[in-house]
């Protein structure tokens, strides 16, 4: 039978690795947030200062870039984290399939304009940081709102400077909250 120390040491034990393993997580968190936030700060400035035919172009070049990046970092996390942990594969997954709705709504609903395309999908990618963080981290889920209010904000706004507010608004705020993660987790 354990006595009342030795259930105190262990629970001690037990918030030390949960505290270690939150803090790996956020680390690792932050340089995909950074990533991503360069990504939309690149993108949504090509959005705005390139002609309309060559944008697709100009986000399937990123995507070429970023892609094997964040895969390549997730894989050299994978093997040289200090905290083993499957919950990569569900947090992949929920990405994938969450983009897959969101790219289906925008098929039933029709959306052709091109700035209200772009809404949508930072409307979706915004519910999905929300979402991890009711799961997860809760800061997460002022990321995910923050997010969604800037979208909409500069979508009505704005409009003729959509591109351009959320190049910085929306990259500038996964850049600085990934920049966070990475600097609370030392």
Partial sequence: MMDRNQAADDLQEIRAIMKRTRVAMGRRGGWFMVIGGVMWLLGFLGNHFLEEYLRGYWWGLL???????TIGLAIRMGRTGEVRTS???PITLFWMILMVYCVVMILVLNIQDEVGFGLFILLCVGLGYAQLGLFG???MVFVGVGIIILAVAAYFITPAHFYLAMAFLGGGLLIGSGLWYLRAGR
Wanted: net charge positive; hydrophobic share 45%; no cysteine.
């Fill in 63 to 69: 995507n070429m870039i970023f892609t094997p990046l």
């Fill in 87 to 89: 919950i990569w594969k």
């Fill in 137 to 139: 981290d809760p800061k």
